[in-house]
């Protein structure tokens, strides 16, 4: 964890090793604890069973030997309080209790057992425009919610959406709100946090706001559409290279069978002035995402699939979120570039 907030606002007094600002009762006397459902970098996800009424949750359980100072215990509050913010949204996972003890934090939260965005989309075989469209929907959707409460999410990517069921009609879920903060209008944060295809170049050069996560959506959406994140590279130096200076391919394939509305809202929101950036309510005012008629129902082509279970394969094996120390000192030398285009920021 261990991540600086700029201007952080005064929070409740919590007794000296405790996250929470209440006692609470046993996480056992109320659930059974089931099976590993998932390995995060600071908690682990178990199926849990509710034991009067058999209800199954999965209880997010962070082992607080991991929080190593008093910030630490503070970001997983913050978490607590922003899941609670978020708790009439549909489209997030909704927090049923939280219980600590003297070794873990707990986190009772709705179960999501649709699996991951990419998975499922591989799985079913087909996909096309406006199926892509109606997820990004929901993903922007989520966003706008948070920005209109005063959140910025700070580590949107596809791992962290997870359908509620296995049916076809199933709801897609934000499930992750690990690294995401309260702030104010016209407050910039420093902290580099994320994942590497996902971050916004204002995170790299350690002055963002809300802006970010709509580059992050965006990539999302770049690749749902083809199969392959929009700056690639074989290492994160790399891919932070081409986050701050590389191109965006809308030319080879398939891009040239992409909808010009697609593009067009991809451009901006892949504009890398974030002033320039469009906001989350304009995204979701969009032509290709409101009017069926705009983001075509046509299969895309079997490759995008195929390279959507490739990345989606390699970005298993390689979860990891950013940290400060991670840097390579080339991202400082680019940074002075980066200010000559936008010195603004």
């Excluded at 913010?85 to 996972?93: A, G, I, Q, R, Y």
């Excluded at 989520?142 to 999410?153: D, I, K, P, T």
């Excluded at 209008?185 to 580099?192: E, I, L, T």
């Excluded at 390279?307 to 950013?322: G, I």
Aim: glycine share 6%.
């Amino acid at each position: 964890m261990n991540k600086k907030i700029a201007g952080s606002s005064s929070r409740p007094r919590k007794p000296t090793g405790t996250v929470l600002p209440y006692q609470t009762q046993r996480i056992r006397d109320h659930y059974f604890l089931g099976k590993k459902l998932g390995q995060g970098q600071f908690g682990t996800t178990y199926l849990c069973t509710h034991k009067v009424t058999g209800i199954r949750y999965a209880c997010k359980s962070i082992p607080k030997r991991k929080l190593v100072c008093r910030e630490d215990y503070d970001d997983v509050w913050r978490e607590i309080q922003i899941m609670h913010h978020l708790s009439e949204n549909p489209f997030v996972v909704q927090i049923k209790g939280t219980y600590e003890d003297a070794v873990f934090v707990h986190l009772v939260m709705e179960l999501c057992a649709g699996g991951e965005l990419f998975d499922r989309i591989v799985a079913k075989g087909h996909y096309s425009e406006r199926e892509a469209a109606k997820l990004i929907k929901t993903i922007v959707g989520v966003v706008e919610a948070c920005h209109s409460l005063g959140v910025m999410h700070r580590d949107l990517k596809p791992e962290n959406f997870l359908f509620d069921t296995p049916a076809d009609d199933a709801v897609l879920k934000a499930t992750d709100f690990g690294l995401s903060v309260f702030y104010k209008p016209g407050q910039y944060f420093s902290d580099v946090v994320g994942s590497p295809f996902y971050v916004a170049p204002e995170v790299l050069l350690k002055h963002y706001g809300p802006e970010a996560d709509i580059w992050s959506a965006a990539v999302i959406l770049y690749i749902l559409l083809s199969g392959v994140p929009p700056f690639w590279a074989e290492t994160d130096s790399g891919i932070f290279r081409q986050i701050l200076h590389g191109k965006v391919d809308f030319e080879s394939e398939p891009w040239p069978s992409i909808s010009e509305s697609a593009k067009d809202l991809l451009r901006k929101m892949l504009e890398r002035d974030p002033q320039k950036r469009i906001t989350a309510y304009e995204v979701l005012c969009h032509p290709w995402i409101v009017d069926d008629r705009v983001a075509p129902d046509k299969p895309l082509d079997s490759a995008v699939l195929s390279r959507l279970k490739k990345f989606s394969a390699m970005n298993k094996l390689k979860k990891m979120a950013l940290r400060v120390c991670d840097f390579p000192v080339f991202i400082l030398l680019m940074i002075s570039s980066y200010r000559k285009i936008f010195p603004r920021i």
